[in-house]
């Protein structure tokens, strides 16, 4: 019998920690050639950095549509995650157009049909600590898109061993990065409550020496 492989992580090429510049991002994206809907998912979890299900289990009262930005409400974050404000996403940012025209497609779906049909969809919640797969009738705006799915739309686009998970580590690790970002800012756009888990994304800088050594600066001078 073929002794069993084990790896150092739970993903079978291992956890993917370098960040990819976003003109590659647009590049593969391009040349992935996904249909709408996949690719409108696509940039949720990218600009987002939400996990998958929260952003195929969203439906279109989650969004709103301004002239600027598209509003998507996630609600309570899952892993007893904080419920956080909205995230507004710039409609002048690229691919976020794909995001608006399935949300509108939807939309007007829902004005035709004036509520007597929509959408079946498999959403699984946990019950007494037991996850359990629950029917229900709305109108997503992913109604094709489930965790396998998921999974083959970022290997369309990043390649065999990435997953959608990367894409939060991601958009996290670059929110952290900024010199001036903090654990308010993290958990305000994740909904993460744990501090450990947010100090992870905090990046370090050569500048924010500087300005330590600046705080005492006066203090120390002989």
Request: overall charge positive.
């Amino acid at each position: 019998m073929p002794k069993r492989v084990t790896y150092e992580h739970k993903y079978k090429s291992g956890k993917k920690e370098e960040l990819i510049p976003f003109s590659e991002i647009m590049q593969k994206v391009k040349v992935a050639e996904l249909p709408l809907e996949h690719e409108a998912y696509f940039w949720i979890l990218y600009y987002t950095g939400v996990r998958k299900s929260e952003a195929y289990e969203r439906v279109v009262d989650d969004f709103a549509v301004s002239r600027d930005y598209v509003s998507i409400d996630f609600h309570q974050r899952k892993k007893h995650g904080a419920e956080v404000p909205p995230l507004k996403i710039p409609r002048k940012w690229y691919g976020v157009n794909k995001i608006v025209e399935v949300v509108q497609k939807v939309q007007e779906r829902r004005e035709k049909q004036q509520g007597k049909r929509s959408t079946r969809k498999t959403v699984y919640t946990y019950i007494e600590k037991k996850r359990t797969a629950i029917r229900m009738r709305d109108y997503w705006i992913f109604p094709h898109i489930q965790s396998t799915t998921a999974y083959n739309i970022v290997r369309k686009v990043l390649g065999d061993g990435w997953y959608p998970h990367f894409l939060r580590l991601n958009r996290l690790t670059t929110i952290g990065s900024d010199p001036s970002a903090s654990l308010t800012r993290l958990k305000s756009w994740s909904g993460i409550k744990s501090v450990k888990t947010l100090q992870k994304y905090l990046g370090t800088s050569e500048r924010e020496q500087d300005k330590a050594v600046e705080f005492v600066d006066e203090e120390y001078t002989v």
